[in-house]
Every structure is written in structure tokens, then in C-alpha cells.
């Protein structure tokens, strides 16, 4: 259903429909040949691709969206990124860019978000999208029902939630984490599976005490710090210092990591 192209520093991903198939996201101007090299290694072709959305226009993530427009894809532009379709215009022209091509309005299908999920079911997808500023005003996410994945684009990573606390970020993720996705694709980080482990730590009256204590249980299965991140989203830093204390300090309490944390500031 879902196949990521790596073929840049953005991650794109198509989404394969019963009757076309989803483009999300580009990389940077100059990256089209990468791009077909992409599909031809994953054995996809251009043509069955019906439909190129942009999670935010920004010039990693739209470079080369006209070039693929030519090819006979359309684009298509939420009522919420409609005024922000050119921003990037002009810095390609400052970098003197001469591979990228702008988007041709005129070809363009402006749609309202609220008509998300017909536009998607012409693909043969069941799915929506989410208005879903933090990084940008004109951020949106795709929502896939059957697979309960996010698609967030630049959206910060759930393993930085702690630092955001109170900002339009955490907003955005308590809006999406409702959803109870499964699995998240982001932008440029690696793509996160959120199970059960997860969702008890987000949940928990005191988050941070249940993150501890979750992270010292993990530790002691044999869990590198990596994989304790994949697993609870924290951030990696935080859990470094939590698996430090515990392995330095056997028998110390959730409580005495909490108080050796705040000491340090953290």
C-alpha cells in the first residue's frame, strides 16, 4: 500500500490506490532523474501515478512538482496552502536554480479540505486530510483509515513532544494522536511505530514518571537506547540520561531518576 523513494534528503512516499496511485511529497529541484532511477528500482512506473500532493511548500518538498505535472500528474492544493503555492519562487531564482520549473496554476486542482476524502477515493484510498500548522501555516497531513498512518510531513518528530509542550506543535500532535495511528511517516526522520507502549506512556496521568519508568523496564530486556526511542518516541538525549542513571545507580527508584533529572535541569 505504501512505498517510500528514497531519493534525496526528503522522505516521498506514494500510496498505492485501487485506481491510481498518490504521490506525497517531492524532493528538491534537479532531483527528477533521481526521482524516475527511484521508481524504476521499486518497479513503479510514472504513469500510474494519478495524483502529487505537497505536505508544505517549501523547496524541499515541492522542487520538482511541476516537472512531474508535465508528465501528465496533477496537482493537487489544499484551500489552506492555496496563497502559499509560490513562496519558494524566489528562492530558486536566487540560487539561480535553472533546473526549477514553477507551478502552473492553471493545472493545479484547488480543493477544500473538507473535500479531502472524495478526492481520495477517486484514487481508490480511504483517507482525509488534516489542516496541521506548527512548522508552517500551510502544513497539512494525509490520514489513511485502513492503515491508521499519518503522513506529517515536516511536523516535529513525536520524539521531541516534550520540548513543545503548550505550542501550537503539541496542539497539532494531541489533535492526531486521537486518531490512535499505528504508524507515523515524517519528512525526514525514520517513520515510527506507535503500539501499545506507546500510547499508556501518552496517556498516563504523569507522562514523565511512566516515560522512566517504561525506559528502566525496557532497559533491563536488553533495549539500546535507539530502539527505547522508536518505541516510546522520546527524545533520544533524555532517554540516554534516564539509561544512565539507572544502569550507574541499581536500585534507584523512578523517583530518584526524576529528582537526579530535575537537579540537572532537564
Avoid at 96 to 110: L, T
Avoid at 134 to 152: P, Q, T, Y
Avoid at 176 to 187: C, E, F, I, S
Avoid at 200 to 224: P, S
Wanted: charged share 25%; glycine share 6%.
Amino acid at each position: 500500500m505504501i512505498t517510500e523513494l528514497r531519493y534525496s534528503n526528503t522522505n516521498t512516499y506514494i500510496v498505492h490506490g485501487k485506481k491510481g496511485d498518490l504521490l506525497w511529497d517531492t524532493g528538491w529541484a534537479g532531483t527528477f532523474p533521481l526521482f524516475c532511477r527511484a521508481l524504476g528500482e521499486n518497479k513503479l512506473k510514472l504513469q500510474n501515478i494519478r495524483c502529487l500532493m505537497i505536505s508544505h511548500f517549501h523547496p524541499d518538498h515541492m522542487g520538482i512538482a511541476q516537472e512531474i505535472a508535465e508528465q501528465g500528474v496533477q496537482i493537487a492544493v489544499a484551500d489552506v496552502q492555496q496563497e502559499f503555492v509560490h513562496s519558494c519562487d524566489i528562492i530558486f531564482q536566487r540560487e539561480n536554480n535553472r533546473a526549477f520549473m514553477p507551478i502552473c496554476d492553471d493545472k493545479v486542482r484547488f480543493f477544500t479540505i473538507d473535500e479531502s476524502r472524495k478526492l481520495l477515493s477517486e484514487l481508490g484510498i480511504q483517507g482525509e486530510l488534516i489542516h496541521t500548522p506548527g512548522h508552517s501555516d500551510d502544513s497539512i497531513s494525509l490520514w489513511l483509515n485502513k492503515e491508521r498512518a499519518l503522513f506529517v510531513g515536516d511536523l516535529n518528530p513525536l520524539y521531541e513532544l516534550e520540548m513543545h509542550k503548550g505550542t501550537q506543535i503539541a496542539q497539532t500532535w494531541e489533535k492526531l494522536l486521537a486518531r490512535k495511528p499505528v504508524q507515523v511517516y515524517y519528512g525526514h526522520a525514520k517513520a515510527a511505530n506507535l503500539d501499545k507502549q506507546f500510547y499508556r506512556i501518552y496517556n498516563a496521568d504523569d507522562d514523565r514518571y511512566a516515560l522512566v519508568k517504561a525506559i528502566m523496564k525496557l532497559t533491563d530486556k536488553g533495549f539500546t537506547a535507539e530502539e527505547i526511542r522508536e518505541k516510546t518516541c522520546a527524545d533520544l538525549v533524555f532517554i540516554q540520561d534516564v539509561v544512565r542513571m539507572y544502569v550507574t545507580h541499581r536500585g534507584v527508584s523512578v523517583q530518584g531518576i526524576l529528582d537526579r533529572i530535575e537537579i540537572k535541569g532537564m
